[in-house]
């Protein structure tokens, strides 16, 4: 599966795949709303979870965080850029307005499958994973609105 490959098997962080990402911070410079709700829900503080050690160990910190902790703090929890692929060359101004443009160097715009990359069986979770119910949690984006549960986005 497309998500098990690219962080499942990611064993080592090396400074060019660093150099791929803005961080959060760059992007709720222009998505105030969305990093808001970001940052008050769990994927931010998913770093938190784990230990100094297991911060630096491939079998925790591929789900839990962007990189790993002694690399740059902008880069901690579970960031945008790992459900919206890396945003070094899409973030620009310009590719952004242009849909097309930015899909084609890098934007995703993730579906229900997706979450499942990280949201496995072995997860810690006694619930089978229910992404209406899971996305309710982390809603955001101009098209969705919390109180609106038929602006879900279909799996
Ligand atoms: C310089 C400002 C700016 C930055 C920085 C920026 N964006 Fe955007 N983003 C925009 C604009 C403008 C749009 C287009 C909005 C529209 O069409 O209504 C957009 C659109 C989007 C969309 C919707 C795309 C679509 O086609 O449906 C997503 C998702 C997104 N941005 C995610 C991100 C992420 C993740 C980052 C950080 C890696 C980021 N953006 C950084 C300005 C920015
Ligand atoms: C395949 C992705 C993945 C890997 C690898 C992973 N986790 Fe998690 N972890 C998750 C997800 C997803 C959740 C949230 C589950 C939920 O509440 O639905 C989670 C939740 C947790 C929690 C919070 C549990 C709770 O009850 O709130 C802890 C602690 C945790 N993980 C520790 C670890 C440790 C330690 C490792 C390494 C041995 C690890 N995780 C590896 C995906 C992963
Ligand atoms: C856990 C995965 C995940 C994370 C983390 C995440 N997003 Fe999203 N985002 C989604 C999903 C899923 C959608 C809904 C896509 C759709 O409407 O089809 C979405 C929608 C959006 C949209 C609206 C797209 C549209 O066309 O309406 C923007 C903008 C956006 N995200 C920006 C961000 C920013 C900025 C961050 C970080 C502060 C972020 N996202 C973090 C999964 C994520
Ligand atoms: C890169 C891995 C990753 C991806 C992709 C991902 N998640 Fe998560 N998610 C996690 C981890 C890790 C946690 C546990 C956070 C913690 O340590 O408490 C979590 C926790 C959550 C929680 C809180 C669950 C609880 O029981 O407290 C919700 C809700 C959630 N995720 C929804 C989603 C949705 C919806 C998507 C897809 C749009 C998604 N996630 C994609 C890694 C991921």
Redesign the pocket.
């Known amino acids: 599966m497309f998500f098990l490959v690219l962080f499942g098997a990611r064993a080592s962080f090396g400074a060019s795949e660093t150099h791929q990402y ?1 961080g959060a911070v ?2 709720g ?3 105030e709303a969305e990093y808001q709700a970001w940052l008050s829900g769990p994927h931010a503080k998913a770093h938190e979870s784990l230990s100094a050690e297991q911060l630096n160990d491939a079998k925790c910190n591929t789900c839990h965080t962007l990189l790993p902790f002694n690399s740059d703090k902008r880069f901690q929890g579970v960031q ?2 790992q459900c ?1 692929g890396a ?1 070094k060359v ?4 310009y590719v ?2 242009d ?1 097309e443009l ?2 084609a160097v890098g ?1 995703i ?1 993730p579906k229900a499958a997706h979450c499942q990359g990280c949201h496995t069986a072995d997860s810690p979770n006694i619930k089978p994973f229910d992404f209406d119910e899971l996305w309710l949690r982390i809603t955001h ?2 098209k969705h609105k919390k109180e609106d549960k038929s602006a879900h986005i279909k799996p």
């Not at 899409?90 to 101004?93: A, I």
């Open positions: 803005v760059k992007c410079s222009c998505h945008c850029e919206h945003g899409y973030h620009k101004d952004m307005r849909k930015a899909r934007l715009v984006g101009p």
